[in-house]
């Protein structure tokens, strides 16, 4: 039973426009919701991440949008640019359990 | 400050051998975890440890075996390599549970 759901697998966005990433669980108890970036070859690191006290994080380009009642999250990059093609990760956990991850988008921003 | 340090770095066994896969940290973290990355599949907990001679079975622990003798230092077995062991290995730590995980580069590993 997969405990967090991602989708799109891969996404392709034109330089300058908005990516769209969509995650959704099904445990209640999980409270800590973030997302990782990875380049080929390199291990995820860590982009931004939201508790479920509020519904928006936003640094930089790049925003949590968080629905506590749908169970749903998001990632939302502004401005897309070809750095940002990479492979994308949500994740959730509770308490102190690990982290368990989405099987991953692949975004590829094209000039 | 070096981070997460996964050695090595690509390894090729024959179906039966045994290895270990050493991590070590430099930012005195508590926890320390194993995933295993496979196309499609996203990251997959191995095993994971919460502090110095603690260790716990993640979603996927058949066939693997962890040591954390050494708060820094986290060690993955393979007993008897099986071609399913095929993956891409990422060690990470944390502070605690609330906080970012610092992933190593990877150990690329090929069961044949």
């Known amino acids: 039973q997969q405990q967090v759901k991602q989708s799109p697998q891969s996404l392709i966005v034109q330089k300058g426009g908005i990516s769209i990433i969509n995650c959704a669980y099904e445990?209640?108890?999980?409270?800590?919701f973030p997302w990782y970036q990875q380049f080929p070859g390199k291990g995820p690191a860590l982009l931004i991440a939201?508790?479920?006290?509020?519904s928006e994080k936003k640094e930089g380009r790049f925003t949590i949008s968080f629905n506590k009642s749908a169970k749903q999250f998001s990632l939302h990059i502004m401005d897309s640019q070809p750095g940002d093609s990479a492979t994308y990760f949500c994740a959730a956990l509770s308490g102190n359990t690990p982290l368990v991850f989405g099987k991953g988008t692949r975004l590829s921003v094209i000039a | 400050n070096a981070g997460v340090t996964q050695t090595p770095k690509f390894r090729v066994l024959k179906t039966g051998q045994s290895m270990t896969l050493l991590c070590a940290q430099d930012?005195?973290?508590?926890?320390m975890y194993w995933y295993r990355q496979d196309p499609g599949m996203g990251l997959r907990l191995i095993h994971y440890?919460?502090?110095?001679?603690?260790?716990a079975k993640g979603e996927v622990p058949d066939g693997y075996n962890v040591s954390r003798l050494k708060k820094q230092n986290f060690l993955l077995g393979l007993e008897s390599a099986a071609p399913s062991q095929t993956s891409v290995y990422f060690c990470a730590s944390s502070p605690g549970s609330f906080y970012g995980y610092t992933f190593g580069s990877g150990t690329r590993l090929t069961v044949v």
């Open positions: 445990n209640t108890a999980f409270d800590y």
């Open positions: 939201i508790r479920p006290d509020v």
């Open positions: 440890s919460v502090g110095e001679g603690t260790t």
């Open positions: 930012m005195n973290h508590e926890y």
